[in-house]
């Protein structure tokens, strides 16, 4: 029977990603002057992992690179070659280009061949550098290494190896048996207590073997033999003058002369990231015993039903509500304590099912150290990379629409922030920007802050490209509202346009694609001492808390984290402007007036704020009183898309629906906070 391999490709290509940023994350961190050799072992193990994969569904294309890349990465991590920048620049080009390859079998996208090819070059180039100054000598391996026992190729370069396996399932047999098989030719003999022995005829080297077999058992584990000579640690107990257990690499005959280096077998400490973050693997303990993986990779869209089911049976569960509340609480007792229950159980559910889509910040930090050293090294600037609250976790809908809002603030704060080091050395400054990207929860929203320690806006000159541009500004305007000038569209003060910034088309569309999301937008800047945007952003946008309001027979919602208060003010507290509509009163400060039945053309019940009740509404750091006919309660409700089932309706965000089955509309705060100053005129349709 033929198996269609292609059922999983996702896996892998899914995998392989995060392999790749797995990777990407350690070259960024490592200390070339001193690497950390489980870093080495671990950015090894991923391109090790990414071959074997690769190799299992023919993508020979990134099978070579990944080939190039772990042979490399092998003589660093065994002291062969000393790091230098050199190879983490090229390992990190040859990340870009798998990820391009990876691309071109999952999306069919173009793959540069030229740049496959010069990536090739350059790692074959690296590879024949010189050697570490003080190769370790063979006297100097430890006594369990016996380099005379060591297996002799045949003419084909090939040398065999006998893997002897402790007892685990058979799952596991076919696992390594799959992966191994990669490395040559294989064959399996069972014994009599069930355990299994390979033979493996290999060019590879026996430290290959064991980073395979580590993946799925402990290594101290193995007997490896070859010749008839065990090697593996099992063989005897480790004693306090053999703490540990040698491997070395197989010597090929007409090398027979040169010395062997003497390679330590993997510690569970150094086994690879993609294990520790159970990437789709089995751990397997020393008892025998075995342990699932703790993660399950599930289609998004399976997600999206489940919560769409939950917000159905959320919306069931508030309608049986409303038609109970009319029942005798004595005669209908049970049934009553029945439905607190089911209300308890369907808030924990739908709790539980959100926090499903809910994904770490990481997941949307972790692009930037990247883009972040590029950009310095092209801009010939000096940053330093700072990331806080990395686990804060997001909705999965609002993290991928916030990448590329935020991968504009930081190459403007990379470009446009910080400041060449030779005029920070000038100011006294240190000659490295630092670049900090926050993320913390505040109440039911998420705070995201770009921070940076440059220059800060220059207050004088912003105004002065308003002014050119037409804005309506004023000298005396606060700090606050000369910053939000930046978002205005094609408002740009660089004096150069570059591939970078400078075209005055980017801080509109993030400040545009945040409102959008239901974000607010901050900034704060202090001139020589840096800048800070912050972004406010709901935790999710599938339900939400909020208030129904009634204006004549209709009923709202209100997005409960826009409201501060509510009252019914006294009529001479209600002030009438010449063609700006009215404001009301609120302890000292005049807030205008929006009379929610002149936006929607709504006969109201009452038309004289001092009958009816305003709503005390902040958006977007501006305040506005909305004036209703009454306030009904608050709840919890689903967001569905309005759009989607009708289409857009300007000063509404979204609907709901009601307990008792009727379709409620929720209201889009800032459009009509932004819509006050024209309701001096008619009913006003946005």
Request: proline content about 5%; overall charge negative.
């Amino acid at each position: 029977m033929t198996i269609d391999m292609s059922q999983f490709y996702q896996v892998f290509f899914d995998e392989a990603d995060e392999l790749l940023a797995e990777m990407e994350k350690l070259l960024l961190a490592l200390d070339v002057s001193a690497p950390d050799s489980e870093d080495l072992n671990a950015i090894f193990r991923a391109a090790h992992s990414i071959k074997g994969g690769a190799a299992t569904f023919a993508f020979n294309d990134i099978t070579e690179v990944t080939h190039m890349l772990e042979s490399l990465l092998d003589r660093i991590r065994k002291g062969e070659m000393a790091l230098t920048p050199d190879h983490v620049d090229a390992f990190l080009v040859s990340k870009d280009v798998l990820t391009m390859q990876m691309d071109g079998h999952h999306h069919g996208s173009s793959v540069d061949q030229e740049a496959v090819g010069n990536v090739c070059l350059r790692l074959k180039a690296l590879s024949l550098g010189s050697a570490a100054d003080t190769p370790v000598p063979a006297a100097a391996a430890p006594e369990s290494v016996k380099p005379e026992a060591a297996p002799v190729a045949d003419a084909d370069g090939n040398c065999s190896f006998r893997i002897e396996l402790p007892e685990v399932p058979q799952r596991d047999v076919d696992a390594l048996a799959a992966e191994l098989g990669l490395l040559g030719t294989i064959s399996q003999e069972s014994l009599a207590d069930k355990r299994v022995v390979f033979t493996l005829t290999t060019p590879e080297s026996q430290d290959s073997i064991v980073a395979i077999c580590s993946f799925v058992l402990d290594p101290d584990d193995l007997k490896i033999t070859h010749g008839g000579a065990q090697t593996g640690a099992a063989e005897a107990e480790p004693s306090a003058e053999d703490p540990g257990y040698g491997l070395f690499e197989p010597v090929k005959a007409d090398a027979a002369s040169q010395p062997v280096a003497a390679m330590a077998a993997p510690t569970k400490a150094e086994k690879p990231a993609a294990e520790a973050k159970n990437l789709g693997r089995r751990a397997t303990d020393k008892e025998g015993g075995s342990q699932e993986s703790s993660s399950i990779r599930v289609g998004i869209e399976k997600v999206d039903q489940l919560i769409n089911l939950v917000g159905e049976l959320v919306i069931t569960q508030a309608m049986i509500e409303q038609r109970i509340s009319v029942l005798d609480p004595i005669q209908y007792e049970r049934l009553l304590n029945s439905v607190g229950q089911l209300t308890r159980n369907t808030r924990d559910l739908q709790e539980a099912v959100m926090s499903i889509r809910m994904m770490p910040m990481d997941y949307v930090f972790s692009r930037f150290p990247r883009m972040v050293r590029d950009l310095a090294g092209k801009l010939g600037k000096k940053v330093e990379f700072v990331t806080r609250g990395a686990a804060t976790e997001l909705d999965k809908g609002l993290i991928e629409r916030i990448v590329d809002p935020l991968t504009h603030l930081v190459r403007n704060s990379v470009d446009h922030g910080i400041e060449m080091p030779e005029k920070r050395r000038a100011s006294g400054k240190n000659e490295t920007g630092k670049l900090t990207l926050s993320a913390a929860h505040q109440g039911g929203n998420i705070v995201i802050e770009v921070s940076d320690d440059g220059g800060g806006l220059n207050r004088d000159r912003i105004l002065d490209k308003a002014k050119q541009q037409g804005l309506p500004v004023s000298d005396t305007m606060p700090d606050g509202d000369v910053w939000q000038l930046i978002f205005a569209p094609g408002f740009s003060t660089a004096e150069v346009v570059t591939d970078v910034s400078g075209r005055g088309v980017g801080m509109d569309v993030v400040k545009r694609n945040i409102t959008a999301m239901g974000g607010t937008v901050e900034i704060r800047s202090v001139p020589g001492a840096g800048t800070t945007i912050a972004i406010s952003l709901p935790l999710t946008l599938a339900i939400l808390d909020g208030m129904s309001i009634k204006v004549g027979e209709e009923v709202y919602i209100l997005p409960l984290g826009y409201v501060i208060e509510s009252l019914q003010p006294a009529s001479e507290d209600v002030k009438d402007i010449a063609g700006q509509g009215q404001v009301v009163k609120i302890r000292g400060d005049y807030l205008p007036l929006i009379p929610l039945y002149r936006i929607f053309a709504i006969e109201p019940k009452f038309t004289d704020p001092s009958q009816g009740i305003v709503v005390i509404l902040e958006a977007d750091g501006k305040k506005a009183a909305l004036l209703v006919d009454a306030l009904v309660g608050q709840q919890q409700v689903v967001v569905k898309n309005l759009e989607s089932n009708f289409r857009k309706v300007a000063g509404i965000s979204g609907a709901t629906i009601l307990g008792d089955g009727g379709v409620s509309l929720i209201l889009d705060v800032s459009a009509l906070l932004r819509s006050s100053r024209q309701l001096n005129a008619d009913p006003v349709f946005f």
